[in-house]
C-alpha cells in the first residue's frame, strides 16, 4: 500500500505530460492553416461516412424514374427535395456522394493497412539481412513494379469476380513496393548507427532489433507515406469504378458514379461534377494533412520552419528598428 501513491504520482505525471504535447500539437495546427483545413475536411468526411445512413435524406439506390435528371436546387426545375439533384434513374446525387464516401475510405484504409504492413516487413528484412534475403525481395519489387497494374488487374477479375475485396487485394498488390524500397533505404541508413549495434551487441534477437529499436525511428516517414499512399489509393479505387473494373452496382461508389454519369455530361452536368468534387477535396484533404504530419514528425522539417519564423520576425523587427534577439528552437 505504500507504493500506490508513488504509483498514482507516476501516472498523474504522464497524464499531464500527454496532455500538454497534445495542447502543443493543437497549437501547432491551428498556426498551420493548410493543415488544420486538411484536418477539418477528414474529420468531416470520416463523419459523414460513419453517419451516413443518419444524414442521407435519401437510399442511395432508390429509383424514381419521375425524378430523373432533376438539377440542383440552386437551379431552375431543382428542387429542396434532392439538393444536389439526381441521375438517370431518379436516385438522389447527395446521398450517393454521402455513401461513396465509405467505400472510398474503407478501401483507402484496407489497403494501406494490408500493402503497408506487407512492405514495411519485407523492407525490414531486406534491409537489415541483407545479402540473398535483399537480392530477392529488390528482385520482386522490380519485376513486380515493371509488370502492368493494369493487367493484373484484369487477371485477378478474370479469375475471382470484381467486388470491393477484388479491388482491395488488387490495390495492396500493387502497392506494397513503394513501402519496401522506402523501408530498405531507410534501414539501410540506420543499419550501423551506434543504438542498433549495442542493441546486437548485448544479445538482442533479430526480430527485437527490428522491430524494437528500428522499426520506432522510421515511424515519420512512414505515416507520411502511408497518408499519401492513402489519397492515390482513392484516386486508384475511382479509376478502377470508373473503368468498370470495381465496385459493382448496386453499391455506390464516386468513380462509378463518374462513370454511369458521363454519357449525360452535357445534359446534366452535376452527374459528374458532385462526385468528381468529392474525390477532389478528399485527396486535397488527405494531402494537407500529410504536409503537417511531415512538419511535425521532422524534427529536420521542424528546425527548418523555426528558422524561417525567427528570420522573418527579425526582419520584421529591423525595419521597426528593434535589436533582434537571438532565438533558438
Not at 44 to 53: G, I, S, Y
Not at 170 to 180: D, K, S, T
Not at 244 to 256: K, M, N, R, V
Request: charged share 20%; glycine share 8%.
Amino acid at each position: 500500500m505504500s507504493g500506490t501513491p508513488h504509483s498514482q504520482k507516476i501516472l498523474g505525471d504522464r497524464g499531464v505530460e500527454r496532455l500538454a504535447r497534445l495542447r502543443e500539437l493543437s497549437l501547432e495546427l491551428w498556426r498551420d492553416k493548410a493543415g488544420f483545413i486538411g484536418v477539418v475536411l477528414m474529420t468531416a468526411l470520416v463523419v459523414m461516412a460513419l453517419a451516413a445512413p443518419l444524414i442521407a435524406p435519401h437510399d442511395p439506390g432508390a429509383q424514381d424514374l419521375r425524378a430523373r435528371l432533376k438539377p440542383p436546387a440552386w437551379m431552375a426545375q431543382g428542387s429542396t427535395a434532392h439538393l444536389l439533384g439526381t441521375d438517370h434513374l431518379g436516385r438522389d446525387i447527395l446521398s450517393r456522394v454521402i455513401y461513396g464516401a465509405r467505400v472510398s475510405l474503407l478501401v483507402g484504409t484496407a489497403v494501406v493497412l494490408l500493402a503497408g504492413t506487407f512492405g514495411v516487413v519485407m523492407g525490414l528484412l531486406a534491409g537489415y539481412r541483407g545479402g540473398r534475403t535483399d537480392s530477392f525481395v529488390m528482385r520482386w519489387i522490380d519485376t513486380q513494379v515493371a509488370f502492368p497494374g493494369l493487367l493484373l488487374a484484369l487477371i485477378i477479375l478474370a479469375v475471382i469476380g470484381p467486388s470491393m475485396t477484388t479491388v482491395i487485394v488488387v490495390l495492396a498488390l500493387n502497392g506494397w513496393m513503394v513501402y519496401g524500397r522506402m523501408t530498405r533505404s531507410a534501414v539501410l541508413s540506420v543499419r550501423q548507427t551506434p543504438y542498433v549495434e549495442a542493441a546486437e551487441v548485448i544479445g538482442c534477437s533479430s526480430a527485437r532489433v527490428i522491430f524494437r529499436h528500428i522499426l520506432p525511428n522510421l515511424t515519420s516517414p512512414l505515416i507520411t507515406l502511408a497518408i499519401l499512399e492513402f489519397a492515390r489509393i482513392v484516386l486508384a479505387e475511382a479509376a478502377l469504378s470508373f473503368l468498370g473494373l470495381g465496385i459493382q452496382p448496386p453499391a455506390t461508389s464516386w468513380g462509378l458514379d463518374v462513370a454511369t454519369g458521363k454519357d449525360y455530361i452535357f445534359r446534366a452536368w452535376w452527374l459528374v461534377t458532385m462526385p468528381g468534387i468529392a474525390i477532389s477535396i478528399t485527396v486535397l484533404a488527405v494531402n494537407l494533412v500529410a504536409s503537417w504530419m511531415r512538419l511535425i514528425s521532422d524534427p529536420k522539417e521542424r528546425e527548418k520552419q523555426f528558422a524561417i519564423k525567427a528570420a522573418a520576425r527579425a526582419r520584421k523587427q529591423r525595419r521597426r528598428g528593434h535589436p533582434v534577439a537571438e532565438e533558438r528552437p
